[in-house]
């Protein structure tokens, strides 16, 4: 029996039309009023539809618009909440005040990444690397940034998870309905649909292009499944991460080259573009054959493509990326290229440490770090750990000095943070916090909020988490077949006046889960304190294929059932969006114990932050910068420990003792009012440290103003001329590579009449080569005080000056004041200097006397 489907659309009367141009864009999800709005349409459709605004309003009737437009509080409600959105659409941002000439000049920054969880209805998310992009979208468009963010439209999206009788993790893939998805074909300037064509293998793959409105900016989607495409290329963005190393390979050639040739296809005509983590490397691959395919030489190629890149990481281990074989990538890649003048080898090398060294894989993040100018971990540890990561990749380079920065993670606040705290921090803190969270000074009146209101807000979304959880709780059970008795039980648990840790994040081993199980005695003994009584909700996904994560999750699931730990602590399956937001907003401590240095950033703790909770953690990812001694509590102090049982053993008995002699007590020590005063007085910290910096309004202007704006104008200088700018650098860096090996120094000195504080010294150096110009070197005193002796650690790099040339030596110095006194470390060192060189060590070229 062949079955057909069509959609049929709402066809919605003039006066609800502002309904569904709300519901279109994504802009509801982080607006109160929207959300309630769309909320009282029909609450159950609503609860059904994952609060799903498309659902919402193609589940009426004609006489369900007739309903709604006789009723004058609803319509008074849309108008305002129109009104809202239509001031946020026009109303000029941060970017348009500070960077007026670059929006004049048409700067435009084009964001790929593999997901975007942006909310609960949208399934195209997995879990912290997805809120981040959808995050950063949010904000990108709060602070005015130019942005077209490029993903793939999975049409299963993520695996739902439940756990069987057994505490067995079991997944189920939704299936995401297009039609009742916020988003419609993507258009080109001509207003025809777009798609474009790949070749994958052998053959064409067809790619349907969408768009979905974020507030001011764009999420472009990518879609195989397409009439006309195999069965097995309609399933290439069937599932994220799903499938095998070669479903991979494919979804990954139609992220970067699809998402690519869309874009263009569209009209949008990108000046910088940003790669997050591997997965969308091959849009630099593709940018270079279209330019060579265009007439322009190669290696010219290579370097515009690299002047207009910057790639994140958010991964602290090597393990953790996308690694191909030359059979694979030759199979699905070469057809891509064989016109070109790219063949495999050169391929492979872009992927490679070592480009010439065949027995190596051609690894997704070497491919992005190679081919951008600017390079970022997403936190400051993680910058360093980074370093040493691709240190392989500069070998000539100080550790420290490796060309690859950081910009710490944020949340987006007005997503994650309470009604109830909104409400407090705009009576108290005033509405600025919204429109401009990234301004300190106004956070620092969280001093203001009487610690009554404080706590007792905080007490009303322990209740919300509480009552949610039960719910959650019943669900699990008549999903597992439970009994009448256990759906009881279900309603008794958790006590909205307790103590409550929360616990949820990534199943993976590194993190630890078990970490605060290790003595299932003593912790029995800390949450059935009658005087002091604690519990903890725990949530979290482990990979399909990760058994170690699942053996965790299913040990937690015993513990929950026995006598001593039925009540107090209890495990919400199915961790999202949805549930992150309750545990976000109403625990009291949050806890993460990784094993440092292998959380990246981790952003579940700023949320937990900005809702007025506390953190309990290890000195990792964003905490070990956030963490100030006033505003939660470090687990350890930045140890790392080779052997992994002894580190288990040491710090979960510091967790223990912690919340034993410190936390627990704090929280219940009031006054006669009732209100632990020590306790809100961090709670006040945690908003005035954590909520100020840790935001993605904050996150993404770092990225304007280091890497966004930078790059637009390397590239605008890179285009001048038809690219001759861009020419003459290829030329010249192959000149500086040639006679390298030319350049050595002659002679160098420290010079000081008195080695002492606040003297002053001449450093100088004499340098001979053959043919390059002193215009063309960077000669440098590398200088550090203390420390161990023979190496640097974070060295100053002072500048010497070009003073003259005789018989072909040119000689440099400078004259500076002695800052410091101590052990100072003094070494010389010559690098190549062009304007288009943005990072000291780029060209890996490096004399030292």
């Known amino acids: 029996m062949r079955i057909s489907e069509y959609n049929v659309r709402p066809d ?43 659902a919402v309003i193609g589940s009426l009737t004609r006489e369900g618009y007739e309903k709604l437009m006789k009723d004058p509080v609803f319509m008074s409600r849309l108008e305002a909440v129109h009104k809202q959105f239509t001031e946020y659409m026009t109303l000029p941002r941060w970017f348009e005040l500070e960077h007026a000439k670059k929006v004049e000049e048409k700067m435009h920054v084009a964001y790929f990444s593999a997901e975007y969880g942006i909310h609960e209805s949208v399934k195209l998310y997995s879990g912290g690397l997805g809120v981040l992009s959808g995050d950063h ?59 474009v064509e790949v070749m994958v293998e052998n053959r064409t793959v067809k790619v349907n292009v969408w768009r979905m409105a974020v507030g001011k900016i764009e999420l472009i989607l990518l879609d195989t499944d397409v009439e006309g495409n195999s069965k097995e290329d309609r399933q290439i963005t069937g599932q994220l991460y799903g499938g095998d190393s070669n479903m991979r390979l494919k979804q990954e050639i139609i992220l ?30 593709e940018r270079i054959r279209n330019y060579v395919s265009e007439g322009m030489e190669f290696r010219t190629a290579v370097e515009v493509v690299r002047k207009s890149t910057i790639f994140t990481t958010h991964t602290p281990v090597p393990a953790g990326f996308d690694i191909f074989g030359t059979d694979q990538v030759k199979k699905y890649l070469g057809p891509l290229f064989e016109n070109c003048v790219l063949n495999i080898n050169q391929l492979m090398g872009f992927g490679r440490v070592n ?34 990561m691709f240190k392989n990749i500069w070998p000539n380079a100080l550790e420290n000095s490796i060309p690859v920065g950081h910009v710490t ?44 209101a404080l706590f007792k807000a905080k007490q009303r979304q322990r209740e919300k988490l509480i009552a949610f959880a039960r719910k959650h709780l019943k669900s699990q059970i008549l999903q597992r077949g439970g ?86 602590v209890v495990f919400i399956e199915d961790y999202d969006i949805e549930v992150a937001k309750y545990l976000a907003q109403g625990v009291d401590i949050w806890l993460n114990t990784p094993k440092r240095p292998m959380e990246a950033s981790g952003t579940s703790g700023m949320k937990i932050a900005a809702n007025g909770g506390l953190n309990l953690s290890i000195l990792d990812g964003w905490w070990d910068e956030g963490y100030n001694g006033e ?22 008995m510091e967790l223990y003792d912690k919340l034993e002699n410190e936390i627990i007590p704090l929280f219940y020590t009031r006054d006669r009012a009732g209100v632990p005063r020590e306790w809100t007085r961090m709670m006040k910290q945690a908003i005035k440290t954590c909520a100020a910096f840790f935001n993605t309004s904050r996150m993404v202007m770092n990225y304007t103003d280091q890497y966004y704006v930078p790059v637009h104008e390397l590239n605008s200088a890179f285009r001048a001329n038809k690219h001759e700018e861009a020419k003459e650098y290829v030329l010249w860096k192959d000149s500086i590579i040639q006679s390298w090996d030319n350049v050595q120094f002659v002679d160098t000195k420290v010079e000081a009449d008195d080695l002492k504080m606040e003297s002053g010294v001449i450093f100088s150096a004499a340098v001979r080569t053959d043919a390059i110009q002193p215009e063309n070197l960077s000669v440098c005193a590398i200088v550090e005080f203390d420390g161990a002796s023979g190496e640097f650690k974070d060295p100053e790099f002072v500048e010497l000056e070009f003073k003259n040339v005789e018989n072909g030596v040119y000689s440099y110095s400078t004259k500076t004041t002695l800052k410091k006194a101590g052990k100072m470390k003094v070494a010389f060192a010559v690098l190549p200097r062009h304007k288009f060189i943005k990072e000291r060590f780029e060209l890996n070229q490096i004399k030292w006397a």
């Open 631 to 652: 505003n939660g509590w470090a687990i350890g102090a930045g140890e790392e420990y080779e052997k992994e049982t002894y580190q288990d053993h040491v710090e979960s």
């Open 355 to 388: 480009p010439f060294d065949e027995s190596e894989g051609f690894a997704m993040a070497v491919c992005g770090i190679k081919l951008s100018t600017y390079r970022n971990g997403v936190s400051r540890l993680h910058g360093e750990v980074s370093r040493k």
């Open 256 to 285: 970067g080259i699809a998402g690519y040739r869309a874009i263009r296809a569209m009209g949008r005509k990108a000046t910088v573009y940003h790669i997050n983590e591997g997965h969308p490397s091959f849009v630099n691959l």
């Open 137 to 195: 979208c949010k904000s990108a468009s709060d602070v005015g940034i130019p942005f077209s963010a490029i993903g793939l439209l999975y049409r299963n999206g993520y695996f739902h998870q439940y756990l069987n009788s057994d505490g067995w993790q079991q997944e189920y893939y939704p299936y995401n309905e297009f039609y009742n998805m916020p988003m419609r074909r993507a258009l080109n300037p001509e207003g025809q649909e777009v798609c």
């Open 12 to 54: 919605l009367p003039q006066e609800l039309k502002a309904l569904e141009e709300i519901a279109y864009n994504l802009w509801w999800c982080w607006n109160d009023d929207a959300l309630e709005l769309f909320r009282s349409i029909n609450p159950a459709s609503w609860e059904k539809s994952r609060h799903n605004p498309i």
């Open 483 to 568: 009994t009448s008795g256990e759906l009881v039980k279900a309603d008794e648990v958790l006590n909205p006046d307790h103590l409550t840790i929360g616990f949820a994040r990534r199943f993976a081993t590194y993190k630890r889960g078990y970490l605060l199980f290790m003595d299932e005695q003593r912790l029995h003994q800390i949450l059935n304190n009658a005087d002091r009584p604690v519990q903890i909700i725990i949530a979290g996904k482990a990979h399909p294929k990760d058994n170690g994560g699942k053996e965790i999750i299913k040990k937690i699931f015993h513990i929950c059932r026995k006598p001593m730990f039925r009540d107090k």
């Open 409 to 452: 993670n944020g949340v987006h606040l007005p997503t994650f943070i309470s009604e109830e705290f909104k409400t407090i921090y705009n009576r108290y803190i005033g509405e600025n916090w919204y429109y401009k969270p990234y301004d300190f000074t106004i956070w620092s009146k969280a001093e203001n909020i009487p610690d009554a």
